[in-house]
């Protein structure tokens, strides 16, 4: 299946709350118009220049209803079009594919994309989460996204050693870029000598999955604002061009979601359409980053991959000798990724704007040395949905 | 990028206000998740069978997302089945609706059926089992005395050896 755009669309603004565990200063539209205030000041524009808003949050973390409207002050969508998009974890980036194909169609030439979490407000992430369950037959089971059934299937790959190994070292590596990010939430300072103490210490939460393994729960928003090609170059020195996206869906309940029915994971099919589609035979050659949607270090070395459709061992060989590292062949999440930063509506924009940040050598301390050219960026969300975006600095694919 | 709201509010404007939700919820099953729990009253379960592909689907659903056609043909599974992957729980994480902690550690086993071929059920396994717990191992249902035709008229699942 191919899939043409009616015109090409860049990013021209990106703006960004620091994330943090709590957020007690500000409510959330204020939270809301610190990142909208820094996208517009990004981009260079004012808020008349925007055509449409799109905003999205997971509800039940909040528990507030329609909150796009009650935000109108914080977000200056008073008196304009506007969309509300929530896909659980997957919304940031969905938010982002939407202002995409709204451009793109020609129906507006300017959107803006706001997503957030303050997920200090209802205090149980994980009692949300389960919230997502059958409440007739699941829900007295589910326990959020902690699961350990991705550990268990590596452990019997690869043997008990190296894939505890390999797992820990995806996450202190994750810390060690999160260290240089002075908007990543946790910071914990680990060195590689400490992987042992923390297989054997990290509090454990569900089987194999220990509390360093996991993601955080964070406060935080994040505003994207993209434009025509005709709009982008007028207003904006670097834009960011989104090339392509896809968006596959998954098996119908959690049980069959944690363990796979199908031959591939949703991971895998969405690489293998889009890269297909697009004309990319090796994607770990092709790409000079990878903005990963890792919620927990164990799914983060069983996606890597399915995302760069690699086979048997390939992903965890690349773990263990440094290829996913800052200076390595594909640096994979400079931002720190998920593990460090989570405010989930948020999070999944926070994909393709570090990648953009990366390519425009706006990221400050992570910065990679290399020239970003080809980005990727991946959303994730309960029942295994992925979302994956391809982004690049040149418009000339 | 990223601005700091530079405005200092001073500490007693900066109120956070607990509130705790209590919600009452009644959930229809539908004629398809309907026959299913009635199974459950009677020992029994239910999936239904896939016209075009055949798989069968536990819990059913009255359409196969797969081939996207009608699945209304209802075949009876297990009662046992094997452990595909499983979960301890040592983090007691609370019911979203009631706010009740469970005690841990407490186990989620996934569940091949037999007679099912690839779908997978998930249930709780008897805490005492928890320790032999493994991938592969076989395991049969424990009934609650009393059954309402509700989830919980099944307890768990204890391994069968």
């Known amino acids: ?397 | 990028m990223m601005t700091k709201d530079k405005r200092n509010a001073p500490a007693e404007e900066l109120i956070s206000i607990q509130v705790v939700n209590a919600i009452d919820c009644a959930f229809p099953t539908g004629s398809i998740m309907g026959k299913w729990f009635r199974g459950l009253k009677e020992k029994k379960f239910y999936a239904t069978r896939c016209p075009s592909c055949g798989r069968t689907m536990t819990p059913p659903r009255g359409c196969c997302a797969l081939c996207v056609v009608r699945s209304e043909e209802f075949v009876e599974v297990g009662p046992k089945g094997t452990v595909e992957n499983y979960d301890i729980a040592y983090y007691a994480s609370p019911d979203p609706l009631t706010g009740k902690v469970r005690s841990t550690p407490y186990a989620a086993v996934f569940v091949r059926m037999d007679g099912s071929d690839r779908d997978i059920f998930t249930h709780a396994i008897r805490d005492e089992d928890i320790p032999r717990l493994k991938r592969g191992v076989r395991v049969r249902p424990v009934w609650n005395e009393v059954r309402t035709g509700s989830i919980e008229d099944m307890l768990y699942f204890e391994i069968d050896a």
């Open chain 1, 1 to 397: 299946m191919t899939k043409k755009k009616n015109r090409n669309v860049g990013i021209i603004g990106i703006g960004m709350t620091e994330i943090s565990s709590h957020k007690e200063n500000q409510n959330q539209p204020e939270m809301i118009n610190e990142a909208v205030r820094a996208a517009i000041a990004d981009a260079g524009i004012t808020l008349s220049d925007i055509d449409c808003v799109v905003h999205g949050n997971m509800e039940l973390f909040e528990m507030i209803h329609q909150p796009d409207l009650w935000h109108m002050i914080g977000t200056g969508a008073l008196g304009k079009p506007g969309f509300r998009i929530t896909t659980g974890g997957t919304t940031g980036m969905t938010l982002v594919a939407a202002a995409d194909n709204l451009v793109a169609s020609g129906m507006y030439d300017v959107v803006m994309a706001i997503g957030f979490n303050k997920l200090q407000e209802a205090g149980s992430t994980t009692g949300g989460i389960t919230n997502m369950a059958d409440p007739l037959w699941y829900r007295h089971l589910q326990t959020g996204a902690l699961t350990s059934t991705s550990a268990n299937l590596s452990i019997e790959e690869f043997g008990e050693a190296r894939a505890r190994k390999a797992a820990m070292k995806h996450r202190i590596m994750m810390d060690k870029h999160a260290s240089l990010n002075e908007r990543a939430h946790r910071r914990f300072g680990l060195e590689y000598d400490q992987m042992e103490d923390l297989m054997k210490n990290s509090p454990p939460l569900i089987g194999e999955l220990r509390l360093i393994h996991m993601c955080s729960q964070s406060d935080g928003a994040c505003v994207m604002i993209l434009a025509s090609e005709k709009k982008a170059k007028k207003i904006c020195k670097k834009p960011v061009w989104i090339r392509d996206h896809i968006a596959v869906h998954r098996e119908e309940t959690a049980s069959n979601a944690y363990f796979p029915i199908l031959s591939e994971t949703s991971q895998r099919v969405a690489a293998r359409k889009l890269f297909t589609r697009n004309g990319i035979d090796n994607p770990v050659e092709y790409f000079d980053v990878f903005e990963m949607y890792d919620p927990s270090a164990w799914w983060g070395i069983e996606w890597l991959r399915d995302f760069f459709l690699l086979e048997g061992d390939e992903a965890i060989k690349m773990v263990e000798e440094g290829d996913w590292d800052l200076d390595g062949k594909v640096p994979v999440n400079p931002s720190g990724g998920v593990t460090a930063s989570n405010p989930i509506s948020a999070t999944a924009m926070l994909k393709p704007a570090e990648v953009a940040l990366q390519m425009r050598g706006d990221a400050g301390r992570h910065q990679l040395k290399r020239e970003v050219r080809h980005g990727l960026a991946s959303g994730f969300g309960g029942v295994m949905w992925t979302e994956l975006m391809i982004l690049e600095k040149d418009l000339n694919w």
